[in-house]
């Protein structure tokens, strides 16, 4: 089973936004069993939309998904194109252009815009390919799944609060549930594993025996901090299950995950399963940790707070970092780390403090302390300790790999209470 992804919109394709149905779509279709044969990003011109999604269809693949261009402006035109590469005229749905009017009527300001263009921005985005099932819309724009053969045309808007529940609705209608069940799902594992590089896995690897990997098909995906290790298998789940539990045995000690969970799950989860909660001091990295730890919804459980302490005299007011730590080992040293972190524990009377205080780069750094040197601290009613790093690539990389780290310390401590 195959399907072809098409991202529409010039804005994706110069850059000016970033996509992220691309992905979203991916991971569900990788879920689901179904090889995804490419993921196209076009701009916004009618025949090169029609052009690639009749490429999909002529290719053989049983579902191509566009998303974008379903708005009311003069450069919205995805369910034109859609309509003419699967060979059916555009119908205005006069039903469906009560649901956009009332769905527009909403806005603030739709009452200022005068009537001939409330018209047609309604109907440019109730008209859609004959024979299509209507999606409907989650914002004003409504999107379709079109059939053509044994194969359909699932046509999605661009923006990602509306592109991933009108999918999650696309899905379990005819013809996409039908083929999507066809797909078969199979067995799917993901080992997450610390601190691992490919070159490692490799050498790992070739020490297995031969038919140890037959049937199943491995990628893997390097990302800051951890190798993330997929594992499918077409029909049932016992050699993944087999490969993934010999990862498992040969890595225990870095194993993150064995079950697909990330970093930042599995740090949530132990948080909250020994009622533990964390607070963090940062220096380099600014409040990206912090920020990781909030991502979550519940995260007030376990986060307690957190403290930029960019500055010197930060460290010390606030935190209780002694300023004999600062002159004589410096701010970016073991011994300000743990202080740090110590004292945004007691200050936030948290389980765990954690700190980060580094060299970011591109300047700052010395001969003893080179650009990427970053300490990373951890305490708890025990005590404190720290870790000593040295990261490589240029200041964005250097402050996400730090905070990776430091939640990698933090799992490590949880584990090990």
């Known amino acids: 089973m195959r399907a072809v992804v098409v991202v529409t919109g010039d804005e994706v394709l110069e850059g000016r936004i970033g996509d992220r149905n691309g992905r979203f779509l991916a991971q569900e279709l990788f879920a689901a069993g179904v090889e995804l044969d490419a993921v ?25 998904i566009t998303t ?33 009017r009332e769905r527009s009527s909403r806005h603030a300001r739709w009452a200022d815009i005068s009537p001939e263009v409330q018209h047609h921005s309604v109907m440019h985005q109730a008209s859609l390919p004959g024979g299509a099932l209507v999606l409907d819309p989650v914002g004003t724009a409504p999107g379709a799944v ?27 209608v005819e013809p996409v549930a039908s083929i999507l069940a066809r797909a078969g799902g199979g067995g799917v594992r ?4 610390a601190n691992l590089i490919e070159a490692q896995l490799m050498e790992y690897l070739a020490t297995l025996p031969p038919d140890a990997l037959s049937g199943v098909r491995m990628g893997v995906c390097a990302r800051a901090g951890e190798l993330e290790v997929t594992l499918r298998q077409r029909q049932g789940t016992a050699a993944a299950d087999a490969v993934a539990d010999r990862l ?20 949530a989860d132990a948080l909250r399963a020994r009622g533990a909660t964390v607070a963090v001091a940062e220096s380099c990295t600014g409040g990206l940790l912090g920020a990781r730890l909030t991502a979550r919804p519940g995260s007030s459980e376990y986060v307690r707070g957190g403290v930029i302490a960019y ?5 010390t007011a606030l ?5 004999e730590v600062i002159d004589t080992a410096g701010a970016v040293s073991p011994e300000c780390a743990m202080a740090m972190a110590e004292g945004v524990r007691r200050a936030c009377e948290a389980t765990y403090g954690v700190s980060i205080t580094g ?4 300047g700052g750094g010395t001969p003893q302390k080179p650009v990427g040197t970053v300490f990373v601290g951890v305490a708890d009613a025990s005590g404190a300790w720290a870790e000593h790093l040295l990261l490589r690539g240029g200041r964005d990389i250097v402050r996400e790999r730090a905070v990776a780290q430091a939640l990698l310390a933090l799992r490590r401590a949880l584990v090990a209470s």
Request: charged fraction near 20%; glycine fraction near 12%; aromatic fraction near 4%.
């Open 190 to 193: 993901v080992v997450r594993v």
């Open 146 to 172: 079109v059939a053509h053969g044994g194969s359909a045309v699932v046509v999605l808007p661009g923006p990602p609060s509306e592109c991933v529940p009108m999918w999650r609705s696309a899905a379990g």
């Open 248 to 267: 498992v045995a040969r890595y225990s000690d870095d194993v993150i995950s064995a079950d697909g969970r990330d970093l930042d799950t599995v740090v």
């Open 359 to 362: 060299i970011a780069g591109p």
């Open 40 to 64: 196209q990003f076009v701009g916004d011109d009618m025949a090169v939309i029609r052009d690639a999604v009749a490429s999909g269809l002529g290719a053989g693949a049983e579902l191509v």
């Open 319 to 323: 935190l209780g970092v002694p300023p």
């Open 68 to 100: 974008g261009g379903l708005g009311p402006t003069h450069d919205d035109l995805t369910m034109w194109a859609v309509a003419e590469a699967v060979g059916v005229p555009l119908v205005a749905d006069l039903a469906l252009a009560e649901v956009v």
């Open 311 to 315: 500055d010197n005299a930060v460290k």
